[in-house]
Structure formats: structure tokens, C-alpha cells
């Protein structure tokens, strides 16, 4: 079955230290993946995706994360946090094959940076 | 482009009312959601709607809830009667429907039954 994986629901840095969220995803056919980020009292938005092309995938505000086949994962990076980094963060799946599918989302990580 | 618009932003209703949240979507998207937000169960997707047609609704809790996209540019989420279990933030997403495309959410409604 078709799933994905946020390991932590709350992950909690210092200013300046290094993001790692983690993602996993099972499915038997090629993804499409998506980061989204979700600000307090406010909408989805979209922070970066992959689609197949290149395996590491930059996105705004300094974020990356990269696609890697063999542990199934598409953990999301940033090298030094800043205090507005503070969010809910969501990873989703889809299938990449056939016509549109519908996302599937992990159960969000509340990221919390501290001074 | 305006982005995904969701009305009102909040609704503060009492048990056993009627609630309509409201959607318009992003000008040229094909495909639109409407997505549950509780602490208790995340993020959870309620039913979908291509070129106006309903594709899935199992996420749909009971049938007390409907949805309706009467035309490309509008669509509609009643619950009816209200519980105050419904109270939860309601977000709309489109996406022009290919494959790889990212969905648009709007800023939600957050909808408190009392």
C-alpha cells in the first residue's frame, strides 16, 4: 500500500543549526515528491518537489532535499535555521505514473527554533 | 493570479445548524480538493472534483457532509446538520491536472461548532 512516513512529529533546533526532516514513502511505482510547509493560520505551500529529473531538489528559502531510490526517502535539509523556519512541515506522495493521482500526505513535523 | 480563495475564513456555528464553506479556484486548474485539518488525525482528504465531477468522496465522514462544483470557478462543502466534532480548519486545493503538478491550497476555513 501506498504510504509515507514523517519520522518525529516535533523536531527542535538551535538558530543557525542544521534542518533535517525526515521522509519516507512505499510504493511499488515511481513517485512524484513534495515538500510543503505550512506557516501558523495559514495555507499549504509548496517548499520544493520532485518529478524524476535530478535526485537532489532545491527549493525556496534555502531548503533541499534529495530523492534517494534505495531507502525510499526524500528527507528535506537546510543548512543553518533561522527563527522563521519555524513551521508545520508535510511531505506527500503520488504516484508518477498514469494520469493524476491524488497526494498523499505524511503526518506533518512541527519544526521549533530556538535563539 | 489571486491564488485559491476560501469563504469565510471562519464560522463560528452552533450544533445542528447548516455550515457552507466556499471555494474558488485557481483560473485554468481542472482538479479540486477539499482537505480536513485536526490535531487529532492530521491532514485528511475529504473528496476530490475533475472538470467538476466528483472522482472520490470515500474520505468523506458521513452524510451529513457534501460537496458540489457547480461550475469550474466555484464549489461548495455543506455539512449539515453540524457537530461540534466537524470543528476543524477546511482547505480547498486545485491543481492544473498533470501529473507532476503541485496542488494550490487556499488559507482554509476554520470552522468552530459550538
Known amino acids: ?115 | 493570479d489571486a491564488g485559491v480563495i476560501q469563504s469565510p475564513r471562519h464560522e463560528v456555528t452552533e450544533m445542528g445548524q447548516e455550515v457552507t464553506l466556499r471555494c474558488k479556484p485557481i483560473s485554468g486548474h481542472d482538479y479540486l480538493f477539499w482537505y480536513r485539518q485536526t490535531m487529532m488525525r492530521g491532514l485528511e482528504l475529504l473528496i476530490y472534483f475533475n472538470n467538476n465531477v466528483p472522482i472520490d468522496d470515500s474520505g468523506m465522514p458521513e452524510d451529513r457532509f457534501s460537496a458540489k462544483m457547480p461550475n469550474a470557478s466555484f464549489s461548495t462543502l455543506k455539512i449539515q446538520p453540524s457537530e461540534p466534532r466537524d470543528s476543524a480548519v477546511y482547505f480547498c486545493a486545485s491543481v492544473r491536472g498533470s501529473s507532476y503538478n503541485e496542488q494550490f491550497f487556499g488559507p482554509g476555513t476554520r470552522l468552530t461548532v459550538l
Open chain 1, 1 to 115: 500500500a501506498q504510504s509515507v512516513t514523517q519520522l518525529g512529529s516535533h523536531v527542535s533546533v538551535s538558530e543557525g543549526a542544521l534542518v533535517l526532516l525526515r521522509c519516507n514513502y512505499s510504493s511499488s511505482v515511481p513517485p512524484y515528491l513534495f515538500w510543503y510547509v505550512q506557516y501558523p493560520n495559514q495555507g499549504l505551500q509548496l517548499l520544493l518537489k520532485y518529478t524524476s529529473a535530478a535526485t537532489l531538489v532545491k527549493g525556496i528559502n534555502g531548503f533541499e532535499a534529495e530523492f534517494k531510490k534505495s531507502e525510499t526517502s526524500f528527507h528535506l535539509t537546510k543548512p543553518s535555521a533561522h527563527m522563521s523556519d519555524a513551521a508545520e512541515y508535510f511531505c506527500a506522495f503520488k504516484e508518477g505514473s498514469g494520469g493524476y493521482n491524488k497526494l498523499i500526505f505524511g503526518a506533518g513535523t512541527r519544526l521549533a527554533v530556538h535563539p
